[in-house]
């Protein structure tokens, strides 16, 4: 091994240096779609867990006060007694009212198109239809 001239370094050419830059971004191409696809997903089954855990406390609310809340009352009636409600015995969620995980209220309609109230996230984009993850998540 032949020793270098005192105060001479060796480094990497340009040619490597661009070599390695491309291997690392095919990576990335290749990597990053598959990863984002699936923080997507687990967006989507945080809103259906977060969904029936809302319906399973409308339905203890239904069967403490006789009816589901109106849509005037909405979702707060989970957390706070409506007005003239004597036989309400919440708050019927643990934590405070979850928003869904794009940051958007869950909407609450009752009575419902398709059941006694309607409970649905409206997807990433916060707009009705779409497909993929800015599709509606519904409770139907």
Do not use: N
């Not at 060796?10 to 690392?24: D, Y």
């Amino acid at each position: 091994m032949r020793a270098l001239p005192a105060g001479r370094c060796r480094g990497f050419t340009l040619l490597e240096l661009l070599v390695v830059m491309v291997i690392i971004g095919l990576l990335a191409g290749y990597v990053a779609p598959r990863y984002f696809a699936q923080v997507g997903k687990s967006e989507v089954k945080a809103a259906r867990a977060q969904i029936d855990a809302l319906q399973k406390a409308l339905d203890q609310y239904r069967l403490d006060v006789g009816r589901y809340p109106s849509a005037e009352q909405g979702l707060q009636a989970l957390m706070q007694a409506p007005a003239g409600e004597a036989r309400w015995a919440g708050p019927y969620l643990s934590k405070a009212l979850p928003k869904d995980p794009w940051g958007h209220d869950y909407l609450y309609r009752a009575p419902g198109e398709h059941g006694e109230y309607d409970l649905l996230s409206l997807g990433r984009d916060g707009r009705p239809g779409g497909t993929a993850e800015d599709a509606d998540v519904v409770s139907w």
